[in-house]
T-cell receptor, first 114, second 112 residues
Framework: EAQVTQNPRYLITVTGKKLTVTCSQN?????MSWYRQDPGLGLRQIYY???????DKGDVPEGYKVSRKEKRNFPLILESPSPNQTSLYFC?????????????FGPGTRLLVL | QKEVEQDPGPLSVPEGAIVSLNCTYS??????FMWYRQYSRKGPELLMY????GNKEDGRFTAQVDKSSKYISLFIRDSQPSDSATYLC????????????FGGGTRLMVKP
């Protein structure tokens, strides 16, 4: 089954404790992206990647890191999480460097930073 | 002022009603317009995609874009309880899809 998976789905952590949220897709997509969703603000793009070893900042990159060492994986790293990073996070992928019309979203990771 | 404005709702309608969901935007460079549907505890899924002004129909769904008014709409005919979800509009100024700007979403409830 074609899908985007994220782990963990739920995470509670404390300020300053480094964490990684994994994202994997099995569709051989070039383009992957991370978003955060906050009430009333919709989805805001954090980082995106157009292919292996190619990443770029989105709207709200501060406090986040990403890497794209393999085509299928695009982990999101919070080196020193803070409470304002409490949010719902989505990973997405699409088969072209563009093509938002075919963008597939993962199920989401709900993060609480105390 | 946000770049894309969307009434958060909730919007409650009876089954069978015609639903109208709307977004306004301020950036005249936006050319690509999308509607996503998001069920509770799920990721968004693309519902409709349109380029520039005009209408697009897909089954019970019709998307309209009025670039002169910076206003887009999604109409749902014969609404069903299974349409109950949050609807997000999204826009882009290029087809590369590198930067989507989303509205805050409208929560729709269709009552049997």
């Amino acid at each position: 089954e074609a899908q985007v998976t994220q782990n963990p789905r739920y995470l509670i952590t404390v300020t300053g404790k480094k964490l990684t949220v994994t994202c994997s897709q099995n569709m051989n997509h070039e383009y992957m992206s991370w978003y955060r969703q906050d009430p009333g603000l919709g989805l805001r793009q954090i980082y995106y990647s157009m292919n292996v070893e190619v990443t770029d900042k989105g709207d709200v990159p501060e406090g986040y890191k990403v890497s794209r060492k393999e085509k299928r994986n695009f982990p999101l790293i919070l080196e020193s999480p803070s409470p304002n990073q409490t949010s719902l996070y989505f990973c997405a992928s699409s088969p072209f460097t563009g093509g938002q019309e075919t963008q597939y979203f993962g199920p989401g990771t709900r993060l609480l930073v105390l | 002022q946000k770049e894309v404005e969307q009434d958060p709702g909730p919007l409650s309608v009876p089954e069978g009603a015609i639903v109208s969901l709307n977004c306004t935007y301020s950036n005249s460079a936006f050319q690509y317009f999308m509607w996503y549907r998001q069920y509770s505890r799920k990721g968004p899924e693309l519902l409709m995609y349109t380029y520039s002004s005009g209408n697009k129909e897909d089954g019970r769904f019709t998307a309209q874009v009025d670039k002169s008014s910076k206003y887009i709409s999604l109409f749902i005919r014969d609404s069903q309880p299974s349409d109950s979800a949050t609807y997000l509009c999204a826009m882009s100024d290029d087809n590369a899809g590198n930067m989507l700007t989303f509205g805050g979403g409208t929560r729709l409830m269709v009552k049997p």
